[in-house]
Structure formats: structure tokens, C-alpha cells
């Protein structure tokens, strides 16, 4: 056996390495070794060795740890959660963890106890769901987030207790977390080229889907954004616009409601193609409003708005002349035939895509463009940086050329 050291651990005359560790058992002191993982593997490092030994130490712990005095299931915990946590949760999350819940996890852990969990068990069905079901890599993460959600309820309840909540979803070497990303999910940024870019202009060149396809073209807008747009949010004098509000079916109610994140409340600024379109569209507005005025009255419709109140669907940016209301699902139609005269795999999203391949290329500070999509997080962004366009494909090959 090699010499130990501080950290409980000593290289093998192999090469491998292996760990003791101490304890005390029904007032014995006793102790263990090993020289492999928790997978069973190897030691090939002193690092290997030392969170080999960190986790056998901990499943030792979890062995004499008395279970805790209330148990709850999994169900129990998170219908708890449901009636207590989540009175500030947006509708559309409530909806996506409910149907998540219903329809995968209710079946599955709902009756298990919530502080016999492992994590090796939760991380074997996140893989078999993204590797086995081929679920996208973000759906799968919604799993993972309802997971943390759940152990968190049941940590500030004392229904788990402190080391088994470290080890479910803090420590990082044992956490709960999502399988490695398949390579071909690492580049989800789709962008239209230049000349889909001109084809689709042309497209909705004098539509009624036309301001709504240049928001998301020229600003970056979600769709529920750009729907959701409101004309006192627009400033054409100072060239911007102002994103607090979005717009969503909710049980089949039309309503505006706060946007997506913290983040996505940001102030936008205009190119002058956009800016001139909106002059264009006020001053229209301003006509209508007096000549279309009997017929405004009958097609308006009112819905709530952010602080339940009801405006008119007249004060809102994609509204028709006549006052009829448009929505999300205007985009549906436009969406089939741009496929099929067209040819271009037309999704809303791509033109948020577009708008920030377009800025990364042109060496937009990443701050700035992180400000302008309303993303939480750097990192995000920076994805448009990484993203190779077709525009760039040509750029780089014309530099190899030059070399």
C-alpha cells in the first residue's frame, strides 16, 4: 500500500489510487477502504480518490442518519407546494408544471418517499428521456427544474434534511443534473439567410402581419412581445420602444401580462427602416381613428390588462384598421405558406434568431445585444456569437483563401 496522506488518500503501486476513511458504529470505531467509484471504475487521480472517498463518507452518514420524523411523498410535497408556493408564479408556468407533473413525474415518484431519492436514480431518468424518448434538451431541463423545485419545498418544510438536500441539489460533484448535450443540440440557433431574408420581406410587404414580422425582424421581439406592444410604449420621437408586457391566452381569455423574466423588461432601440414603418402606421392610426370610427366601435375588442383593467384592443400596436384585435395565432397561416410558396422553414422565433446573428456579426458589443433580447444571463447571448451563419461560412472562407 503507498503512503497516505492528509486527505485520506495514497496511490496504489499501480498507478491507481484508493482512500481510507474512519467511523463510529454502535459505539465502535471503525474503518473502510476502497478503490474504486460510485460507478465502479477505477481511481486513476488523487482528485478521483478524494470525491470517491467524500461520497463514501456521506453514503456512510446517510446509513446512521434516523429518517426524518415526518415523512412526506413526493405527491404530498408537491401539492403542498401548489397550494402554498406558487401564488406568484406566472399562469403559463403553472400550466407547464402541472402538465408535467399529470402527465410523467405524478406516475412515476409521486408515492415514493421524498427522502429516499437518489440522485444516481434521478440522473438515469433525465438521461433515459433525452437519450432513450429523444425529448428536446430544454424540455428535459424542465424535468430537472421540477426536481430542484420539489427538494427545495421539502428542505424548507424539514421534510429533508440539510446533507441529503447538499447532495441532491447543491454539491456539484453530486448533485441532480441533465446528461451532456448532444452535439447536434449545441447549435439550436436558427437564422435566415439573406436572401430568405428578402423573400420574406417581400412576403409581408403590406400585410396585416407586417409590423409584427418587422418587430421581430428588426428588434428581436418574442411574439408574444411584439403582440403585446402597446402604442404608449412606442416613442417616436427618441426612436424606441418599451417591452413590459406580453400578451397570452389564458383559458382562453386574452390577456397582457408581465413579460417572460425581470430581463425582458428593456427599452429597445429602433433602425431607421422600423422607425419609419411606425411614423407611417401613428399617422395611418390617427385617420382611421376618426374615419373608421363607427366600425372601430363594433369589431374593438377589450381585454385585461396589466393591472386587470380593460383597454381596448385599439391601443394595441398589431391592431387592424378596424379595430379587430390580432394575436399569436395570426401567424399561423402566413407560417404554412411561406413553407409551402416559399420553401423557408418559417418559425416567429427564427426572426429573434436572425436579429441576433445579425448584431453578433456585425461586432455588437455583447452587453448591449444582451440588453436589446432582454436575456437573463451572458451567456445566453453569446450563443449568437458562437453561431455559424451562412454569411460567416463565406467570410471565413474567404480569409483561408487569403492565407
Known amino acids: 500500500m503507498g503512503k497516505q496522506n492528509s486527505t485520506g488518500v495514497f496511490q496504489l503501486e499501480s498507478g491507481l489510487w484508493a482512500y481510507r476513511y474512519t467511523f463510529t458504529r454502535d459505539g465502535k470505531r471503525a474503518s473502510k477502504r476502497g478503490s474504486k467509484d460510485e ?37 404530498e410535497v408537491f401539492q403542498e407546494y401548489c397550494t402554498n408556493g406558487r401564488n406568484d408564479r406566472a399562469y403559463q408556468t403553472i400550466r407547464k408544471q402541472d402538465s408535467l407533473w399529470e402527465n410523467h413525474l405524478c406516475a412515476k415518484f409521486g408515492n415514493r418517499f421524498v427522502d429516499e431519492i437518489s440522485s444516481a436514480e434521478i440522473n438515469d431518468y433525465l438521461a433515459a428521456l433525452y437519450c432513450e424518448k429523444e425529448y428536446s434538451y430544454q424540455y428535459t431541463e424542465s424535468f430537472l427544474k421540477m426536481f430542484y423545485l420539489i427538494f427545495g419545498q421539502a428542505y424548507s418544510r424539514n421534510y429533508l434534511d440539510g446533507t441529503s438536500y447538499n447532495k441532491l441539489c447543491v454539491n456539484k460533484d453530486t448533485k441532480v ?35 409584427a414580422y418587422l418587430l421581430g425582424r428588426y428588434c428581436g421581439l418574442r411574439i408574444n412581445e411584439a403582440f403585446g406592444l402597446k402604442w404608449e410604449n412606442v416613442d417616436l420621437e427618441n426612436g424606441t420602444i418599451t417591452i413590459d408586457r406580453q400578451m397570452q391566452y389564458q383559458n382562453g381569455v386574452i390577456k397582457l401580462i408581465p413579460p417572460k423574466t425581470r430581463n425582458s423588461k428593456r427599452t429597445i432601440y429602433l433602425c431607421p427602416t422600423l422607425l419609419e414603418h411606425l411614423k407611417e402606421k401613428a399617422q395611418q392610426r390617427a385617420v382611421d381613428a376618426v374615419a373608421l370610427a363607427e366600425v ?7 381585454i385585461d390588462d396589466l ?19 390580432q394575436t399569436v395565432n395570426s401567424f399561423k397561416y402566413p407560417t404554412r405558406e411561406i413553407k409551402s410558396k416559399l420553401g423557408i422553414n418559417f418559425k416567429y422565433h427564427f426572426l429573434r434568431h436572425t436579429y441576433g446573428t445579425l448584431m453578433a456579426e456585425m461586432n455588437t458589443p455583447t452587453h448591449l445585444l444582451c440588453n436589446q433580447m432582454g436575456h437573463g444571463h451572458i451567456h445566453v447571448t453569446q450563443r ?10 463565406q467570410i471565413l472562407q474567404n480569409n483561408l483563401s487569403r492565407l
Open 39 to 75: 460507478f465502479g471504475a477505477p481511481l486513476r487521480t488523487k482528485k478521483e480518490a478524494v470525491k470517491a472517498r467524500q461520497i463514501a463518507i456521506e453514503r456512510e452518514q446517510d446509513f446512521r442518519k434516523p429518517k426524518p420524523a415526518v415523512r412526506k411523498t413526493i405527491k
Open 177 to 211: 443534473k441533465m446528461p451532456k448535450m448532444k452535439t447536434e443540440d449545441d447549435t439550436d440557433i436558427i437564422a435566415f439567410s439573406r436572401e430568405e431574408l428578402s423573400l420574406l420581406d417581400a412576403y409581408f410587404k403590406g400585410t396585416n402581419a407586417e409590423t
Open 296 to 302: 372601430r366601435e363594433q369589431k374593438q375588442r377589450f
Open 307 to 325: 393591472d386587470g383593467k380593460k383597454i381596448s384592443s385599439t391601443e394595441l400596436v398589431n391592431c387592424l384598421p378596424n379595430g379587430t384585435i
Open 384 to 393: 449568437y456569437y458562437l453561431a455559424v451563419s451562412k454569411t460567416g461560412i
